[in-house]
């Protein structure tokens, strides 16, 4: 509040609540406001939420590639890929080490490649107008059930769609590791099979979420009918596999 020396003085240049100075003064002041407030809003707008999005998170690559191993004292890579990965089993994973898909539906005949490690996403097309899309993420802790990889699998799926119920669930396996026509070890995932009201193509989503090690993988089939998707399935089985940490 301005003394009554200044006030004088104020008034004395002409300066009053109805003068063009003080309107002026007013509209800087208003102006000021105005570009405060907006520099607010820009910064609130440039934050990010830290949720846990797994289309967002880092994503590993979907063709596995030469990689420096990380060792991990009395961890046995080895013993772990060799044998079958049940959802129990998931805490023989080593801490942090993710797991990866592998391409074999590219050489597939009637199959080819559409994208090619897109984001960490892969997909296939094939003559029926089948696509088939697979997918690694990382840095997935956000998401996982401690020591409990069904739960964890089970909160992705709800995490990507809220509908998507524990009970539409099914458990199902894809190769864990080796290479395609020949014996391997399974992998334990859930299985989200997608209806198919008319006009709708029908789906069919895989997926595990490897709670200690914090990755996750997804395998979707999308065809034009229940038929085409069933021979895309087997093929998506047979020749994508889960490639098992290598330390």
């Not at 590639?65 to 772990?80: M, R």
């Not at 089970?154 to 864990?176: C, G, H, M, N, V």
């Not at 895989?206 to 089939?221: D, E, I, P, Q």
């Amino acid at each position: 509040m301005g003394s009554k020396r200044e006030t004088g003085v104020k008034a004395a240049a002409g300066w009053s609540p109805g003068s063009r100075g003080a309107r002026r003064v007013r509209r800087d002041r208003q102006g000021s406001r105005a570009f405060l407030a907006l520099a607010v809003t820009a910064t609130l707008a440039g934050c990010s939420v830290g949720v846990p999005d797994p289309t967002a998170l880092t994503a590993g690559p979907a063709v596995p590639a030469l990689a420096t191993p990380t060792i991990t004292p009395g961890h046995d890579a080895a013993a772990v890929a060799a044998q079958d990965m049940p959802f129990a089993a998931g805490g023989t994973l080593a801490a942090g080490v993710p797991v990866r898909l592998s391409d074999g539906l590219r050489d597939v005949p009637r199959w080819k490649p559409g994208k090619e490690n897109v984001a960490g996403t892969s997909e296939y097309v094939n003559e029926d107008g089948c696509v088939v899309s697979a997918k690694v993420r990382t840095n997935q802790s956000a998401l996982a059930v401690s020591g409990d990889d069904r739960a964890s699998t089970e909160a992705l799926f709800q995490y990507l769609d809220a509908s998507i119920l524990p009970a539409y669930l099914k458990p199902e396996t894809l190769r864990w590791g080796g290479e395609p026509g020949k014996p391997a070890p399974r992998v334990e995932v859930l299985v989200y099979t997608g209806g198919a009201p008319a006009g709708a193509r029908a789906t069919a989503i895989y997926a595990r979420l490897f709670s200690r090690s914090g990755s996750s993988v997804y395998l979707s089939a999308s065809c034009p009918d229940t038929a085409t998707l069933a021979a895309a399935r087997t093929d998506a089985e047979a020749w994508i596999a889960v490639v098992p940490p290598s330390a």
